[in-house]
């Protein structure tokens, strides 16, 4: 019998300790410090532009606006691949010969059209985490942009956006891939 009751106590005190150790109350869990681990990667979506949403009635327009529309998207484009991009080395923002001269090019080329605005996007190859690969592209998109201004361009024409990993110019998962990521590029914004 004193054996029944002490196995019955035991399975109660155990209970009673589960049930009160083991539930884990808001105020005692700690909120994730952003460092991922290797088995558990933290994985946070990243806003990096704005976008405003328009009602369906303004969204409604008429076929010649739609046109002009796509002849602007056109010439964005066609604004985008006449400026050069420019490369970096792997873990760095540190501007090479060759990306100074490109931006010599890319400032001259702004001067001419006095009117637009140019949006620097900065670009990170697959290695790393998000977040650092959102910094590291912001550090390349911003260089690029202080290079430009030092050049002649005022810095209200000129905004930075970083994309960090999330848009590749080469899929690969090799160096020559990662070299071609490992970038700025440079798009006209509208008038």
């Known amino acids: 019998m004193k054996k029944q009751a002490v196995t019955v106590f035991l399975i109660l005190s155990n209970c009673v300790l589960l049930a009160a150790g083991g539930c884990a109350k808001h105020e005692m869990v700690k909120k994730d410090d952003g460092m991922a681990t290797a088995s558990a990667p933290v994985k946070e979506p990243v806003k990096t532009e704005v976008v405003k949403e328009q009602p369906v009635k303004q ?4 076929e010649s606006t739609v046109g002009e529309m796509q002849k602007n998207a056109g010439q964005i484009e066609q604004s985008k691949s006449e400026l050069e991009k420019i490369y ?14 490109n931006l010599v090019k890319d400032a001259e080329m702004i001067k ?14 697959e290695r790393g985490s998000d977040e650092y690969n959102l910094a590291l592209g912001e550090k390349r998109a911003n260089v690029a942009m202080q290079y430009l201004v030092a050049l002649g361009i005022p810095a209200e024409r000129l905004s930075v956006i970083s994309y960090g990993k999330e848009k590749p110019a ?4 090799d160096e020559a891939a990662w070299a071609k990521n490992r970038r700025d590029e440079f798009a006209v914004e509208s008038k």
């Open 59 to 62: 969204a409604m327009v008429a």
């Open 170 to 173: 080469d899929p690969g998962h």
């Open 88 to 101: 970096f080395d792997f873990d760095s923002y540190k501007l090479s010969g060759t990306a100074r001269s």
């Open 112 to 125: 001419k059209d006095s009117a637009g605005k140019v949006r620097i996007e900065g670009n990170c190859d």
